[in-house]
């Protein structure tokens, strides 16, 4: 039997990168799998591609209701949530002296208050021994040049993996965090470097990674599908680190 077999799981940010990933290992072990994303268009092609066992909710996680209407979705077709995976989020990286408030705002209200909102609202459809699951970074341990926001809103989500698993706890409810590295995804080409920035930010990582290379969004998805599953039922406030070596050889 397949180690999320009928499971229900719903993947934010699911529609490109680890999210479609983890989407794919998801269903390949049997779940069914709801993922949401914004571009309407990215999300019926990640939908057509994973096939009948997915469908998506267009849903940004910075909108509560939109995320009241996701939940209310879920809950009319499926009823419960057995795993989320709280993954969306963004990473435009400055240095210091350009960031901006709008630029702070956007960054925590995606990455820390959609994620909290993201974990709360599905309260209601948490099973008893759900495993709920936090895309935070290796930023949170480390020190980037230009990433000073965005290792801040991964710290954060840092705290709440912890907090949420010791509030949830007395339902059976897990949360853990996975922190992957420098991974090979579309999300590179959003972060509002220059495509020579972007690969010189990736050759200072490699550099920095024992094992010489990025890894691949379908590692941090084996990953997840780990914590989703009861082989991981007496994991819960961890953090799961997939660097290479990064931060911690």
Same mark, same amino acid.
């Given at each position: 039997m397949s180690k999320l077999n009928n499971k229900v799981a719903v993947i934010t940010g699911g529609n490109s990168g680890i999210g479609l990933a983890t989407a794919r290992r998801f269903i390949a072990d049997g779940a069914q799998?709801?993922? *949401?994303?914004? /571009? !309407?268009?990215?999300l019926d092609t990640a939908v057509a591609e994973l096939g009948e066992r997915a469908i998506g909710v267009r849903s940004d996680v910075d909108i509560v209701d939109d995320l009241n209407r996701l939940y209310a979705q879920v809950k009319e077709q499926f009823g419960h949530i057995d795993v989320l995976f709280a993954n969306a989020g963004i990473a435009p990286l400055l240095p210091i002296e350009d960031v901006t408030e709008e630029h702070f705002d956007r960054l925590f209200n995606t990455n820390v208050r959609g994620l909290f909102f993201t974990v709360q609202k599905a309260l209601p459809l948490l099973t008893e021994?759900? +495993?709920?699951? !936090? #895309?935070?970074?290796?930023?949170?341990?480390?020190? &980037?040049? /230009?990433t000073s926001i965005y290792s801040a809103t991964k710290a954060a989500?840092?705290? &709440?993996?912890? *907090? $949420?698993?010791?509030? &949830?706890?007395?339902? =059976?409810?897990?949360? #853990?965090?996975?922190? @992957?590295? $420098?991974?090979? +995804? @579309?999300?590179? =080409?959003?972060?509002? !470097?220059?495509k020579d920035e972007v690969d010189a930010f990736g050759a200072q990582v490699v550099q920095q990674t024992p094992l010489g290379r990025p890894g691949k969004p379908e590692e941090i998805a084996a990953t997840a599908a780990f914590l989703a599953s009861d082989d991981a039922s007496y994991f819960t406030g961890a953090d799961l680190v997939a660097d290479g070596g990064m931060i911690q050889v």
């Open positions: 799998v709801v993922i *949401t994303g914004r /571009n !309407l268009k990215a021994g759900a +495993s709920v699951i !936090l #895309n935070a970074s290796v930023v949170a341990q480390s020190g &980037l040049p /230009n989500v840092r705290s &709440l993996g912890r *907090t $949420l698993a010791a509030e &949830l706890a007395p339902r =059976g409810i897990r949360v #853990n965090v996975v922190s @992957p590295g $420098l991974i090979e +995804s @579309p999300f590179w =080409g959003k972060v509002g !470097l220059s």
